[in-house]
Every structure is written in structure tokens, then in C-alpha cells.
């Protein structure tokens, strides 16, 4: 898109340039008609200043600038760049701002041209008219003038009007020099009327179209910083493994605080227990104080949904427990309604768990949702 | 100060699945695997000129054991605080207790706390360390209940929870809307009074960025209606043979542009809500995959008795036009033949796809030229794919870490909730799309779908 903008304005750049010359070539005399001077440095551009605020009022105008970017003549990048911007909102906006662009340059490259013909050649302002007297044009260009009412010698004046008026079969009164004194009114004119308004304009249509790129606008208007590093899922630990079955000699400590109702229902899977001591996070019982053989196994149940923290693990490390005894880990869930499938998820996390801690299995009996070690 | 809330609670409770809710934002790490939080993270959430932080915290390990050693170090409630910020200046403790230093850190700096817990799972006595705990530190507090799976346990966590903590709120973060959101934040300037205006101004910043959301979405489906409906494209040539043989390849970059202008669209929705971790599984256009299979437009777009009502409110609206002009001299008749004639275009021209032409240039050689999409069926089979895209990303969090699929959504009754004005002035814009004619008053048909 930056592109469409330099090519735009090196062709406006191009265009005022031209035009301004040509108009101040004047005739073979080096004579230039004031009322043309004042036609391409005053009417034209406030005529096509209000036409472009015309342009912008209407819903879908796409400008001079739309209008060329219809020319086969553009890369297709630039063109799908260009349809890229929404229609109606940053499209319209971007095409206006392409045309006002394009406009400026075209004034700047008349005012160029301007200055490049007061230093290079010598410039007879003159002006002819049939119905037109100098005290008509007077407040005309008087009014015009107004702007720039601080300057002075860019002012207009009677007695140099009726001197400057050009009759084809008279020769004016005036020389070459007192004729060329027009160039402060012209050079002014060109400013004011021309360059100026463009300029503001320009600027007006930047600011309106960098305003409707709503949707980084509105993105940004909500920021999310993360003070701290993230901290990143970590990685798979190794899997203890699964038991289907126990020992029937073995010891129950229950972590979980297992309901007294489903008692029956939990040995009638894993049999029943020699001995059960109740323990949890909360518990004042000693783990060195109970009493049992060597060839007893260790089941601890657990809350299957709770996950496994540091206490409980704390826990299992104090265990006095040989090295050959089966320690087995046993999850459960339940509701009211009693004993429930243990979830994958949360088997998986328990599996995880005594990965941690060495010769601990996961005890899974009949209850699972289906889960392979 | 800015207000900041430290979210604390149990391992695997939705902490950070409420942290990224709230900040609506979905780079936060989430895993079912407990202990995914190993540091308290911070997040300072800007929304316009307003801000506050919330702070993702590891779950607690061993609070009995923590509790324990405050006892010791605190003899009246006035020591308390004292032994709670001994506690995590203690480097000893530091190394035992690495998790309960982390999250009682920001809370000692003066963040409110916001305590988790799941309401899906019966309530435990081993949590009543850990609210002690968070008693002890002495600053606001509320507790969220997160009802991850069901809400089968909340009375009696809210019971439990209420011995502990002056409010006491159920928030599901997976499925909270924006409006529980914006209650849940507004619950927070309870907590602290000197943090009742910010969190008000902050509220009102969330619901002005969710509003220009919503305008801009507007403008996104403005901008690829218009855009894909007068898609075409176009390759100069020689001789006519050269023209017709250029057609399968001109045809398939048609399609593959449609679909990729498609996914521009929805990739722009979908940064507009701030999710840019999120993949959309998206059947492509129809277009893609059975380039003449129109049948399919029908699921995704209106049917054809649908179709031809459209078209027949549009025509007779075109029509009427005339009768305006002559001031009902004409009988209505402008009114009814549009209507007739786009009826009967609409019905028996819904198989209708994008043509292929070739046409002479005036300097010599020939224009092949595919597209653009004629059919009536086309901006309503983008329009339905936006909206439910549209619609999903405003009713999910930022928590929710599956992916999105597009389904077929339901156009028909989205238009049945329409006013007849509003149906009308739909139908007319969707016609000048699909004859290629610029749609002035786009944007503000599109408003009431879009909002609804």
C-alpha cells in the first residue's frame, strides 16, 4: 500500500508541476493572465477541496484514489492489500487519505514550479477582459487576500490593476519589472488556497482513517502482562503400576476418611482388611505405632478426585516398611450413592504420583473406567 | 493502589482456569495434571485506563503442617499476621514448605485473597487447615466455589465455606458468561472499600472493550460479505483456447481464495476476543469440497423455500420503489413483479455457482474471468458460519482449552427474531451482494444479528 502512496504522489507531484508550467509559460511574451493564475491557484483547488468534502459525506465514494486503483495497472498485491482494509470503514477512509495525498503533492509540485519560473525566467503578470474593468476585480481579489492581510506588498491595488490590464493591440504602461510585482499576490494565493488546505486536509483524513483501524485499536485497549515467567505444563513422569489384585493379608490405612457405609462394599472387592488405622493430614496417630508382619501388604486409600499433595507423601515416606512388602495405593470415589468408577484422569494422576515414590502401586480393583498400566 | 487478588486453594481446583477467565486470557498453562502452578505468577490486566492484577498461585502441599508451625510462632490473634510473615521469611521454611511460601507471599503484600475450591466433590475436613491458614493472614477474602463437573456439593461447601469467609460466591470458570464475569469482579469491590471505585471503573472499561467488540465484529462480516461475494478473477490471454484451458486453474485459485479470505475473517474474530491460542476446526466452504454440490448450501445457508422468500421481500422492496416514484399509478404492480421475478430467480437459480467467461479484449486477445459467486444462497452461508463463530467465542472463556468447531449453526431463526423491517432490509442487502452491488447500509442490517 505504500507503494499506491508513492505512486499516487510522484503522479500528483508530476501533474501540479506540469500544469503550472504550462499556465505560466503564458504567451510567447512571457505574458501570464492573472484571471488563469487565479483559476488553477484559487478556484480549482477550493472547488475540488469541497467536492473531496462531498466525497467523504457520501457513504460509498471511493475518491480519485479508488477510481485509479481500479486501473489495471497495479500490482496484485497491492490491490488485495488495499481490499484487505474493511469496506466502508478503513477502506473508504485509507482511499480518501491516498486522494488528499495525491493532492497535496499536486499543489506542492505546482508551487515548485512556481518558484522554479520567478528564478529562471521573468513573469508579466498581466490580465485582459471585454466586460471586466479593474475596479470590479479589485474586490474580488481584495477579498481573497484577506488571509494574508499582514503582508503588504502581496496586497492588491488599484492603480496597479488598471497599469496590469492587457489590451492585445496597446502596449501596457508598465515594465516588465512592475509587472512581475503581481508574484507576491500569486505566490500567497497559491499558499493559502492551495497548499494549505490540502496539507490540513491530508492530515484530517490521517487522522480519520488511523482512527477507524478499529480492530488493533480495540485489542489493544485490553493488555494482559505477565509479570512472572509462565509456568509451563510439566513433563510425564514415569507411571507406577497397576494392580488388579491384593493380598488378602493385608493393612488398611485410609488417608481418604472413607465413609463407614461403603465399608462392606470396598471389602467385598479387596476382602477384608487384618487391621485398619485411620490416618489423614489431620490425624494424631503416629505411623511408626502399628503393629503388623512382615507379609502383611500396605494398601492406603485415597480420595480419588483430591490430588496427591505433599502431606500424603510426606506420610508414605515415614512409613516403617520393609523393603519387599507389597504397598499398594488405593483411589476411590464415591457419592451418595456409594462406590463409583475412578476416573481416568485422576487415575493417571495417582499413577504419576507413586511414579515418584518408588515400589508404591496403584490398586485398581474392578473399579476403573478402563485404563491399561 | 492497584487491586490485586491472589487466587489460592487446593491443587487442581481451577485456579488458573478462573485466573485466565477473569483476565481473558487463554496463554495461561491449564492441565488436569495437579501441580501444573509451581510459582505464584502475576498478571496485570490493563483494560483501557483501568487495571488490576490477579495472581495465579501453586495449591497448597501441606497446610496442616504449616498450620502447625504457626501455633507456634503466634500466641494471640494480634501475633498472628506477625507468624504468617515470619513464616515466608523463614528460609528453612522456604525449603520445606516451598509451596505455602509461594502463595502466602503476595497475600502478605496486600492482595485479597480468592479462595477456590470445586463444588462438584464433597466437602472435607482436611481443607480447614488451609482456610485457617488464610484466617490467619488477616486480609480480605472471598471464596469461589468452581463447580467443575456438577453443582451436586455446593450447598455444603457453602455452608462450610461461610464459618470462614465474609462472601461466599459460585463461579464456574470453564462456563462463566461476560455478565457473570463482570458480577464476579464487581463482587470484588466488597472486599476492600478503597477498591470499590477502581473495580467499578474497571467494570465499566471491561463492558465499553466488550461493546466496541462487538461493533468491530460488525465491521469484520461487513467487510468479508462485501469482499467475497464480489471476488473475482481474471487472466489475459492470446487466443480462446488459451481462455478455456485456463479455466480448472482459474477456478480452484477462486475457491482456495474464498476459503483463505474466509479464515482471514474468523482468524480477525477471534484476536478481536483476545483468543490466540485457540484452533478452529472449520469444515471449509462447501465450495472446497464439492465445488457443485449446492445441496450443502442449503444446510449451511437458507432453504430454497427460505431462499425465495428473501429474494421475493427484497424484489418487491426494489419494486415498490417504483410505485413510489409513480406515486401508485402503477398499482403495486412495481412491487409484485419484483417480487415475482426474484422469487422465481431466487428458487430456480439456488444451484447456481460462480460463472466462467471469456471475453474480448478491445486491444486484441481475451479475458478468462471465474467468478463472482452469483448465487443468492452465498452471503447467507457466510453470514450463518460468522454468527455461530461469532456467537461461540462470546459465550466461551478463555479457561476452556478444546478446540472450536464451526457447526451449522441456525440462520432461519436468528432472521425469524428479526422485526419485518429489519428481515427486509437484511434481504436487500444480501441481494445486492450477490449481485455485486455495493451495500450502503451493510453494517447497520448486520447489527441487530450480530447483537442478538
Known sequence: MRQFSIVLGALGLLAGFVIAISVLSGDSQG?????????????????????SGVFLARKSSRGLAGWLLELPLWPTRVRQEALALVPGVERKYWLFYQTQLASLAFAVGGLIAFLLLLVGTDISFVWRSTLLQATDLLPLLQVLAIPWAFWGDAQPSLALLQQSQDFRLATPELTAAQLGQWWKYAFAAQVTYMVLPRAAMALLARSVYLSRQNVAEVTKSRKVVHVDSLNAVPMQGQLAPLVTKNRLNY???????????????????????????????????????????????????????EPPMGELQDYLHSLPIEKNTEKLLLPLDWDNGGLR????????????FCGTLGNWSVLTPGTSSGDSP | MTPAFAVVGHPNKGKSSIVATLAQDDS???????????????????????????IDTPGFQRPARVLQWLEQHADSAEQRQGAVRKFIEDPECGQQFPDEVELLRPIIGGAAILYVVDGSRPYGSEYEAEMEILRWTGQASMALINPIANEQYITSWQHALSQYFKVVKVFNAVQADFEKQMSILEAFSMLREDWQQPIKSLVG?????????????????????????????????????????????????????????????????????????????????????????????????????????????????TGAVVDLGLAGQSL?????????????????????LADFKISGLPMGGYEARQGPMKNRNFPYVLLNRYLFLHQALQQRTHARRDNLRIEEGDLSTRIDDLNAEQKKSLHRQMEKLSQQKTAETLEAVLEPLVGS
Open chain 2, 205 to 317: 472499561e471491561y463492558q465499553e472493550h466488550r461493546s466496541q467488540q462487538q461493533t468491530q465484529s460488525i465491521k469484520i462480516l461487513a467487510g468479508l460479505l462485501s469482499d467475497m461475494c464480489s471476488y473475482q478473477v481474471s487472466q489475459k490471454v492470446l487466443s480462446k483456447g488459451q481462455a478455456k484451458q485456463l479455466q480448472p486453474v482459474l477456478e480452484k485459485q477462486f475457491y482456495k481464495q474464498l476459503g483463505q479470505r474466509e479464515r482471514k475473517a474468523h482468524e480477525a474474530l477471534k484476536d478481536l476476543y483476545h483468543y490466540h491460542n485457540l484452533d478452529i476446526e472449520s469444515a471449509d466452504l462447501p465450495t472446497e469440497e464439492n465445488l457443485f454440490d449446492t445441496e450443502k448450501w442449503i444446510i449451511w445457508g437458507l432453504n430454497r423455500r427460505q431462499l425465495l422468500i428473501a429474494a421475493t421481500m427484497a424484489g418487491a422492496a
Open chain 1, 251 to 305: 493393612l488398611l490405612i485410609d488417608w481418604g476418611s472413607v465413609p463407614m457405609v461403603l465399608a462392606e462394599a470396598l471389602f467385598d472387592r479387596i476382602g477384608k482388611p487384618g487391621d485398619v488405622m485411620r490416618a489423614g493430614p489431620l490425624s494424631k496417630v503416629d505411623p511408626g505405632k502399628f503393629q503388623r508382619s512382615e507379609s502383611t501388604a500396605i494398601i492406603v486409600a485415597v480420595k480419588a478426585w
Open chain 2, 28 to 54: 495461561i498453562a491449564i492441565s488436569a495434571q495437579s501441580g501444573t502452578t509451581r510459582v505464584a505468577e502475576t498478571l496485570q490486566v490493563e483494560v483501557g485506563s483501568s487495571r488490576f492484577a490477579l
Open chain 1, 31 to 51: 505574458r501570464v493572465n492573472l484571471l488563469y493564475l487565479l483559476l488553477l491557484f484559487v478556484f480549482l483547488p477550493v472547488g475540488s477541496l469541497l467536492l
Open chain 1, 341 to 352: 468408577p475412578v476416573k481416568d484422569s485422576d487415575l493417571q494422576e495417582w499413577r504419576r
Open chain 2, 332 to 352: 403495486f404492480m412495481g412491487a409484485i413483479t419484483g417480487g415475482l421475478i426474484a422469487g422465481g430467480s431466487a428458487w430456480f437459480g439456488a444451484d447456481r
